[in-house]
């Protein structure tokens, strides 16, 4: 059983309105933290339950962290300032599966960018990037994805910026003439359905990243189920324990 721990705060930034992108202090979480793992935070205040935050770096004793204020914990949480202490159980979850992948391709979506980003940089930067966005607005770290990808592109839904359109509508029209032997994605449930049955249909192998509410964070409260292609005790798994990584084919969306 892991241990929550009091972190220090070392920076804090709102890259976009509402859109907070923290440091902490923590050798430990530091270590142990994997690509696609998750943090579950004590935002403090009137808020009892944790709030389950993808990791977005870690590394040197630090581990970063960017949420977007969707409720009063995530506002409570971005009224931190540098130099308090917040309670951070982690890091939690199975993240992505790494292997010796020669073409790697990563999709977010929103906020579901952030996830990415640890990733990106231990593939070496040999994965080819796409981020989608609602609109210009909303676009960012679209500088720190260049620098740790082969190839980076931003897209929005609404053509301010970049490409125009659905980020995985891209995508598809990308692995039609380049070379892809797995895809990473983490976003919103629309597009992780649209990535799954691209890659799918294309007989790549996929690992999505699920974003859902959480209580416990370690698999005992089974709030953050999620439907599977098995039977029994196995066809409903725990999105914080079993995943919040899956091979797209086990999960049904």
């Known amino acids: 059983m892991k241990e929550a721990k009091n972190c220090k705060l070392i920076s804090k930034k709102e890259i976009i309105s509402g859109v907070f992108d923290y440091t902490v202090e923590s050798a430990d979480i530091s270590n142990e933290a994997a690509c696609g793992q998750f943090l579950h935070i004590s935002c403090g205040g009137k808020s009892f339950l944790r709030r389950p935050i993808s990791i977005c770096d870690a590394g ?3 581990v970063r962290f960017i949420f977007e204020v969707k409720g009063e914990g995530t506002l409570e949480l971005s009224q931190k300032e540098v130099g308090d202490h917040i309670d951070i159980l982690g890091p939690l979850g199975h993240g992505f599966d ?5 073409n790697p391709l990563i999709i977010g979506g929103g906020i579901g960018v952030f996830p990415l980003f640890k990733l990106a940089k231990e593939l070496n930067n040999n994965a080819n990037v796409f981020l989608g966005f609602r609109n210009k607005d909303r676009v960012c770290m679209e500088e720190e994805f260049e620098q740790v990808s ?18 995985a509508s891209a995508m598809e029209g990308f692995i039609k003439n380049s070379p892809c032997d797995v895809i990473f994605s983490c976003g919103p449930m629309p597009m992780l359905k649209a990535v799954k049955q691209i890659a799918e249909n294309a007989g790549i192998e996929c690992q999505l990243s699920l974003e859902q509410r959480m209580g416990c964070g370690i698999g005992a409260c089974l709030v953050c189920v999620c439907e599977s292609i098995f039977e029994g005790t196995n066809k409903y798994l725990r999105v914080c324990k079993n995943g919040p990584v899956f091979d ?3 999960v049904k969306l």
């Open 60 to 62: 040197n004793g630090t």
């Open 98 to 102: 790494i292997k010796n992948y020669k």
């Open 150 to 167: 082969k190839l980076s592109i931003v897209g929005t839904d609404d053509g301010s910026y970049g490409y125009t359109g659905y980020i």
């Open 248 to 250: 797209s084919k086990v």
